[in-house]
């Protein structure tokens, strides 16, 4: 470790240690089944246009839009998952959107489903129909005998856990395998991708996916070795490592680098220093996703069982990024969705997604000759 990371080595032990209490079954499975799942997961789909953006010269705003509306979609379901999982209540829906009803008896349809039950999408001159509402709507399943509850789970039915499952094999991909047929269409050039902190390759298996794992030469790594054993027995051919963002020489820049939910996790001085670090090594894009970051003017740091876990200043985030010449692009993904997708107040609640969210896509600004 060098000089100056040194400081950091007790509290890189206490974050690996904070991770390897898991068992493997765990890291690889717990965020796929959750609306952390990459294939709907709005942060995990910004992440991948940041870097189609960067990689592809064409006009792909309008298949972002769409895949935005679809998580959207993905989220409200979750949102009213005791009540979706009747398949009684989801035939209601069908019936009450094929006639242009306001509501059922029991839900008030709320404008994205209405958008995307009639939702055609132009790209490259073709014409793709989404077929993911209507899946939602007609996922099958036997669910006699069941019980009411599963032990362990709480108020969570059984019905409900199975609704979910299904939900994600059935629809979660949906657009991951439109942009697999894309693809191998499209112009677009190689690029050096680094995901620090990648846990289980949880999103690189959605960019491995859709195929755009073909177009650049990635590599992450992880303090926490149980992650690592996981994500290279799914993936044995990916660059995938041990390291710590406090010593990982990286050895040379990268042009996209994305990092998910890492920070709050961190000292402040280890905040402030992995920004940098990352800051220095980015040549062109850095999409860092946050889970607890807020509009005050100084980070609110907690130290929890031997870590962190911290309430960042995004000002202050934003501050230090533009420092190293970069534009910073603020998504605060409650308000994202609020705004473009007029979501109604009712609806956009820390239920559908978590308020403090937030995903900044940074920039580097073009030297002048």
């Given amino acids: 470790m060098s000089e100056d990371a040194s400081v950091f080595r007790e509290e890189s032990q206490s974050l690996a240690n904070a991770w390897m209490r898991h068992d493997e079954e765990f890291l690889a499975s717990y965020l796929k089944l959750s609306v952390q ?18 990689l592809c010269d064409e006009d792909i705003s309008e298949m972002k839009y769409n895949e935005l509306l679809f998580s959207a979609v993905m989220l409200w379901v979750y949102q009213n998952m005791e009540i979706l999982d ?3 209540e989801r035939k209601s829906l069908q019936y009450a959107l ?18 995307a039950w009639s ?7 073709e014409k793709i129909l989404p077929t993911y509402l209507k899946k939602i709507l007609n ?57 620090p ?3 289980a390759a949880n999103d690189y298996s959605a960019i491995r996916y859709m195929g755009l794992d073909k ?5 992450g790594f992880d303090i926490c070795e149980k992650n690592v054993k996981v994500a290279r027995s799914l993936y044995q051919d990916a660059n995938i490592t041990i390291g710590n963002i406090y010593d990982e020489a990286f050895g040379k820049n990268y042009d996209v680098i994305y990092v998910h939910d890492l920070f709050e996790h961190l000292s402040e001085k280890g905040v402030g220093f992995s920004i940098e670090k990352l800051c220095r090594h980015c040549d062109c894009v850095l999409c860092l996703n946050f889970f607890n970051m807020e509009e005050i003017p100084e980070h609110i740091i907690r130290s929890v069982a031997g870590y962190h876990w911290n309430t960042l200043s995004r000002p202050k985030i934003c501050e230090l990024i533009e420092s190293f010449g970069f534009d910073v692009q603020t998504i605060n993904i409650l308000s994202f969705f609020r705004d473009v997708y007029c979501l109604e107040p009712e609806i956009a609640t820390e239920e559908f997604y978590n308020p403090r969210a937030h995903t900044l896509i940074c920039r580097k600004r073009k030297s002048r000759q």
């Fill in 37 to 54: 799942n990459p294939g709907f997961n709005p942060q995990s789909i910004l992440t991948r246009y940041a870097i189609l953006e960067y």
């Fill in 215 to 219: 177009f650049i030469n990635y590599q």
């Fill in 139 to 195: 996922i099958n399943g036997d669910n006699s005998g069941i019980a009411e509850t599963k032990p362990g789970i709480g108020d969570i039915s059984e019905r409900e856990i199975n609704y979910q499952r299904k939900l994600n094999q059935e629809v979660a991909t949906e657009f991951l395998d439109i942009w697999r047929r894309l693809l191998p269409s499209m112009k677009i050039r190689r690029g050096d991708v680094l995901e």
């Fill in 119 to 125: 939702r055609i999408i132009i790209f490259k001159g």
């Fill in 86 to 88: 009747d398949p009684y």
């Fill in 98 to 115: 094929e006639t242009g009803a306001e509501s059922t008896e029991t839900i008030r349809i709320p404008r994205i489903l209405k958008e």
């Fill in 197 to 199: 902190a990648c846990g």
